[in-house]
């Protein structure tokens, strides 16, 4: 029974194996697929039918569509795709020169992409999207969001490819315009190679242009700040477009540049004095020839003269400067002779004139009595820090507290030698007679006689 079984079974396999040996595996059209196993024919048939369904795919087909995108953002579509070992123009590469044929004359990002991810392309999106923004990076197409303003490679962000316009540009520049364009921007401050991105230079270039407009103007006394229009248009133009304005307007942006960065360097020259004038005029403030600089200097201001010739400003710090050095001399002269007229009387005090130099001179260092050096006038910002430690009026209330501190030197110098010295306060009185004078002589002996009892006495 169990071989009659064994021998059955054997003659299903066999039966079976001739069976599936004689199947044949079609394509759509009737082509038969060849293959030592009905696996093998099916997978050769699988394979083939891929490749008659997406027939273009092999155009696309590199790991590296990736770096392509990155560089074309980053760095431009002029070597963007020998990332992927292609070294021609890139509105020729096989990939790219389909894109701009289907894109005819605009088409959303969402229809390039479904269009080139379906038969017969299946290309991945790395691929699309890299050569997309290749042609973009390159100016051959041009791209506008979904409020139809410009933007371009470095600006457009891969998740808002999808609803971006693109579309052709129109407007060819000749190799002998692009070599006009590099000399422009080298010209203007922006250096510019032969392999450089030129849409990111003129991005520098606007940037440059509006920076220079910032320092060639300003408020008052600066000029208007300069009228940066022509390179508002130039940052708003894209592809081919944006060079040709640079093109059409070469002479107005280098007269434009010229002027502004002379203008700024000017401005950078005599900034300094009008800060200088400035910081003068607050130090004058109540002084008598602080009105008539005033005027003038508010005068420069409202006419924004700044840059005039010759320089508004110089004379007016000539004076301010002179007038202050006066001020400042004349107020140090009264302490000097004030300090000289105070010492003089100290020094014939006969209380004084029995202390040795040492005791003298620490009396007066404590009263910061001691001859002080005079501060340096010789320049307008010498001058300002020397009035900055000590101001005009700082310097009356010196000379006005003279008078005390040597009297309090003249203290300290006989309590030094008779510790018992004892201070007595003249009493205060208003006098209309004689009579009123002598009682008072007479208050002050009895007050006097009183104190004597207990030491010598001095006024205070």
């Known amino acids: 029974m169990e071989t009659r079984h064994r021998d059955a079974e054997k003659q299903v396999k066999t039966l079976l194996r001739e069976i599936f040996e004689g199947v044949q595996v079609l394509q759509a059209g009737g082509s038969q697929l060849d293959g030592d196993s009905i696996a093998a024919r099916i997978e050769n048939a699988a394979r083939a039918s891929l490749v008659r369904l997406y027939g273009e795919f092999d155009q696309a087909d590199d790991p590296n569509w990736g770096k392509v995108y990155d560089r074309a953002r980053k760095d431009g579509g002029q070597n963007a795709l020998e990332a992927i070992g292609y070294k021609g123009d890139p509105d020729q590469h096989p990939v790219c020169a389909q894109i701009k044929r289907y894109i005819g004359g605009s088409k959303k990002g969402n229809e390039i992409r479904d269009h080139f991810t379906a038969a017969p392309y299946g290309w991945p999106l790395d691929a699309i999207d890299g050569a997309l923004f290749v042609l973009l990076a390159s100016g051959i197409l041009l791209a506008k969001d979904s409020n139809t303003n410009a933007v371009n490679a470095a600006q457009l962000e891969r998740k808002q490819v999808g609803q971006t316009h693109f579309s052709p540009e129109s407007i060819a520049i000749r190799p002998v315009d692009l070599i006009k364009i590099r000399s422009l921007l080298t010209a203007c401050g922006v250096a510019c190679q032969p392999n450089d991105d030129l849409d990111r230079k003129v991005q520098d270039l606007v940037a440059h242009a509006r920076q220079l407009a910032q320092q060639a103007g300003g408020d008052a006394p600066l000029p208007q700040r300069p009228d940066t229009r022509l390179f508002d248009e130039l940052a708003s133009r894209s592809g081919n477009a944006k060079l040709q304005l640079i093109l059409d307007e070469q002479a107005s942006i280098k007269d434009a540049i010229n002027q502004w960065r002379a203008t700024a360097e ?192 001095t006024f205070s």
């Open 266 to 457: 000017r401005i950078s020259q005599r900034q300094p004095d009008w800060h200088l004038l400035q910081d003068l005029l607050d130090l004058s403030r109540n002084l008598s020839f602080y009105s008539a600089v005033k005027t003038e200097a508010d005068a420069i201001a409202e006419q924004r003269a700044l840059l005039d010739e010759p320089n508004p400003v110089s004379p007016l710090v000539q004076r301010l400067t002179d007038s202050l050095r006066n001020a400042l001399q004349h107020h140090v002269q009264s302490y000097l002779d004030q300090h000289a007229s105070g010492l003089a009387q100290l020094q014939q005090d006969t209380h004084w004139q029995q202390l040795n130099s040492e005791q003298q001179d620490d009396i007066l260092r404590k009263r910061n009595l001691l001859q002080l050096a005079q501060p340096d006038s010789s320049n307008a910002d010498a001058i300002i820090e020397a009035l900055h430690q000590t101001s005009l009026e700082q310097w009356s209330d010196r000379t006005s507290s003279l008078a005390s501190r040597f009297e309090a030197a003249r203290i300290e110098a006989a309590e030094l030698l008779q510790p018992k010295l004892q201070r007595i306060n003249l009493p205060r009185r208003t006098f209309t007679d004689a009579a009123e004078v002598d009682a008072w002589l007479e208050q002050v002996k009895q007050q006097l006689l009183e104190k004597l009892n207990d030491g010598p006495v």
